[in-house]
T-cell receptor, first 117, second 113 residues
Framework: AQSVTQPDIHITVSEGASLELRCNYS??????LFWYVQSPGQGLQLLLK??????LVQGIKGFEAEFKRSHSSVNLRKPSVHWSDAAEYFC???????????????FGTGTRLTIIP | DSGVTQTPKHLITATGQRVTLRCSPR?????VYWYQQSLDQGLQFLIQ???????AKGNILERFSAQQFPDLHSELNLSSLELGDSALYFC????????????FGPGTRLTVT
């Protein structure tokens, strides 16, 4: 069965510092990979997705992720965080299929990001 | 704004009751997914409908059921509610024949007292 591990439950960084959130997955083949952000009281917003091709993927809000097949990881990065980045971040996977329209997401447990001034 | 709407935003009810959560997908999206987010279980996939038909089932209790109507909106029915059913319930939709990308609604927060 596929699984997603986010080893860091809570991370605190200073505003302006760089950020890296870790995500490892377990799956028989390379799945589709996603990072979502959830602000307090809000729904989930897609930051970026990886399907194939370049292993460095650019997302919204200045985020990027590097996919490493050998490590089964897709870590989320941002060079300089802003106070508005404080939120919960979820990594998710979906099975790779040729027929789209049937991909449930399996989520990690999330990493809560706190930004200090 | 993802284009997915969910009503109601908040719901408070008592144990043993039944509630219905409603989801309207983005215009043209054929797939609707339901997820439950709770403190102890995290974000879990419940069920998926595609163009009116059930496509996939996850960790959905027998007390829960869902359906997707001809206009593609979906309802999640929760019955014989228990305290442990208190959670945030998300609906997501995705377009047909595109690489998977799910758009999430704002969620319905259910509190069972």
């Amino acid at each position: 069965a596929q699984s997603v591990t986010q080893p860091d439950i809570h991370i605190t960084v200073s505003e302006g510092a760089s950020l890296e959130l870790r995500c490892n997955y377990s799956y028989g083949a390379t799945p589709y990979l996603f990072w979502y952000v959830q602000s307090p009281g809000q729904g989930l917003q897609l930051l970026l997705k990886y399907f194939s091709g370049d292993t460095l993927v650019q997302g919204i809000k200045g985020f990027e992720a590097e996919f490493k097949r050998s490590h089964s990881s897709v870590n989320l990065r941002k060079p300089s965080v802003h106070w508005s980045d404080a939120a919960e971040y979820f990594c998710a996977v979906a099975p790779f299929r040729g027929d789209f329209g049937n991909e449930k997401l399996t989520f990690g447990t999330g990493t809560r990001l706190t930004i200090i001034p | 704004d993802s284009g997915v709407t969910q009503t109601p935003k908040h719901l408070i009810t008592a144990t043993g009751q039944r509630v219905t959560l409603r989801c309207s997908p983005r215009s043209g999206d054929l797939s609707v997914y339901w997820y439950q987010q709770s403190l102890d279980q995290g974000l879990q996939f419940l069920i998926q409908y595609y163009n009116g038909e059930e496509r996939a089932k996850g960790n959905i209790l027998e007390r829960f059921s869902a359906q997707q109507f001809p206009d593609l909106h979906s309802e999640l029915n929760l019955s014989s509610l228990e305290l442990g059913d208190s959670a945030l319930y998300f609906c997501a939709s995705s377009p047909h024949r595109e690489a998977p990308k799910q758009y999430f609604g704002p969620g319905t927060r259910l509190t069972v007292t």
